[in-house]
């Protein structure tokens, strides 16, 4: 998926593709399907805590942030393949919404799931 598809568009992250290399908080199927991040505080808060989290990733970089969602890349170690996270934060719902998916390839041996449940784990100990 091209980066101008990515986005929040309507309250919502761009749906996963028929491919198991997804997983977004706003799928409702159990292949791409996660709960979403419940959160209390500030949308400042949320947003510094997960910059601070995605900083700390190895090969992870931010491209695009404002008060209400993040955009970043994570290059795998081995092959180079480059994953797009996104974050948006929901704050009449108190919830961080995700997507995480594989650019290239079919399947990612449930890399973007793993990751997101480092992510979700590293946020509540924060």
Do not use: W
Not at 52 to 64: F, G, Y
Not at 86 to 108: C, K, M, V
């Amino acid at each position: 998926m091209s980066s101008d598809q990515l986005g929040v568009k309507q309250g919502k992250l761009a749906p996963c593709p028929n491919k198991p290399n997804c997983v977004s908080s706003q799928s409702t199927g159990e292949k791409h399907g996660m709960d979403p991040i419940p959160y209390s505080g500030t949308s400042d808060e949320v947003l510094m805590k997960l910059k601070s989290i995605l900083t700390n990733r190895k090969r992870t970089k931010i491209i695009e942030s404002d008060p209400h969602y993040i955009r970043a890349e994570e290059t795998s170690k081995l092959f180079k393949f480059v994953d797009d996270i996104e974050f948006y934060i929901d704050s009449a719902a108190e919830h961080i919404h995700f997507r995480s998916a594989s650019r290239t390839g079919y399947s990612d041996m449930g890399v973007n799931r793993k990751r997101m449940n480092e992510i979700k784990e590293e946020y509540f100990q924060k």
